[in-house]
């Protein structure tokens, strides 16, 4: 079983920066990915990022590209999202998610079976 808790949630101005955490318990093995997903009140959750367990490889969404970067710390078994230049766009519950897919990057909500709770993230205009 593998558990996900974020952090780093909270009001920002646009144009700010955020730093969102997730820590991760359980068996994570070099096949896993992690996801940023993040779901606007009356929207479907959305892809927002992934990171391969293994090297690090990222993978993002043409919507956050340049501004937001996913990262790991392995001694810590947490991943993090840099989130800059925070435009009210940005507004959501961000979610942290973990799959085992044998290394292959995933931007499907259906490609993760773990989840955290979420946070929710607020940019002011």
């Known amino acids: 079983q593998v558990q996900l808790v974020e952090s780093g949630g909270g009001l920002v101005q646009a144009g700010g920066s955020l730093r969102l955490s997730c820590a991760v318990s359980g068996v994570i093995s070099s096949r896993y990915i992690m996801g940023w997903f993040r779901q606007a009140p009356g929207k479907e959750r959305e892809f927002v990022a992934t990171?391969?367990?293994?090297?690090?490889?990222?993978y993002y969404a043409d919507s956050v590209k340049g501004r937001f970067t996913a990262s790991r710390l392995n001694a810590k078994n947490t991943v993090y999202l840099q989130m800059n230049s925070l435009k009210p766009e940005d507004t959501a519950v961000y979610y942290c998610a973990a799959a085992d897919l044998m290394g292959r990057l995933g931007v499907r909500e259906y490609d993760y079976g773990y989840w955290g709770q979420g946070t929710q993230v607020t940019v002011s205009s």
């Open positions: 990171i391969r367990w293994s090297d690090s490889s990222t």
